[in-house]
């Protein structure tokens, strides 16, 4: 292990629940880490340090931190993948404040500032996050993109329950307090993809997450290979690491958490309802994560605690979310998911009604890439599962809510 340039630069005027420490992990990426030091370096709240965990780049990386001096500090280690250079990393760090760059994204002007404005206004927050868009090219198209990602309605339901429902944070997104980082442990080695996707689910488990209210990173989209304990991983091959890693995570969630983590609500008083509602988000997440086994047990498990009581609003508006998967529901396309034991349930026609929410837009997707074949197996999948009846008021849900926006539209059209 070699050190270069190990100052600590002074920021004046800054408290140490001020000061922000950014980790950048780095491997082989010499053609574009220079641009996102100097974004992090930039910042109208700039960072107390800098510290840079080589992870054995055979390129220019090197030299091409040695230009920044002593803004930041070096380290570098034999190759052990990203996760093993994040807890180096933070290992080293000294500040109150942490934030991970990855060292091919960007970080706008005032970031950093968001970030610690917000977690000041909040003492009891574990971690900020903000909006973050998407970008090719070189770094001047960043300022340009309008690619955001967007994030669920602040409130809506809890946090945790949101990120459970759809990975809208990556690293660089949030920024997390010293003390809930060494609470939530270490990044995990074992992972190939989604260990940031696994830190920051274990992070607002614990601690609650303040909005930042602003973009506070440019995400750079392009083809790269990941190396990690287990092997190279390419980029290209996205969909499918995602859908492993994440069906890892919460099969281990799955088997360590209690349904309390799954409520949905806060503010709900304690009863049979808030119970139904955190097995029934339970059993819709781990569906939606494609650990099917899981989620039917638990699905079997709210059927019996609904027992012949009518399912209420809430209930119906988790039940809608069932294939609401980000990277699609080709396991039911390719009929390698097997319907009964959903059928077998027997739930409620107004609740089958809702988990057939979704199906009719995916069956219009499908037909509009000219998938025929594949929109008459979801088709026969979810008359299977959910029945006709079901799949029927659901395209008569949305017929009438084209009908509705329709009126809507031609109302302000003709004033």
Known sequence: M??????????????QGERVSIVMPTHNRAHLIGESIASALGQSHPPFEMIIVDDGSTDETAETIAAFGNDVIYLRQDNAGKSAALNRGIAA???DLLLVLDDDDLLPDGALAAHVAALRARPDAGFSY????????????????TDLEPLPEPGAKRLLVQLMQCCFLPNPAWMVRRAAQLAAGPYRTDLPRGQDYEMILRIA?????????????YQRKHVAARVTTRGTVMAKDTVTGWIDAERAIFSEIDERWDDAEFQPFGDLPKGPEAQRLAVLQRAVILFMRKVHAPAERHFARYAAMLGDAAPGEHELAIAGDLLGARYGIGEILDESHDPAPLAALAFPLALRRAMARQLPWRMRELVGEGRLADAARLLVWGRRALGGAALFG??????????????????????
């Open 205 to 217: 488990r614990s601690a609650p997450g303040v909005f930042a209210g602003a973009v506070t990173l």
């Open 2 to 15: 070699t050190e270069i340039a190990a100052g600590r630069p002074a920021r004046d005027g800054l408290t």
């Open 394 to 415: 659901a395209a008569s849900a949305k017929i009438e809510d084209y009908a509705r926006r329709a009126r809507a539209s031609s109302s302000i059209s003709a004033s």
């Open 130 to 145: 903000g909006r973050f868009a998407r970008f090719t090219g070189p770094g001047e198209e960043a300022w340009r993109s």
């Open 93 to 95: 760090a000294t500040c």
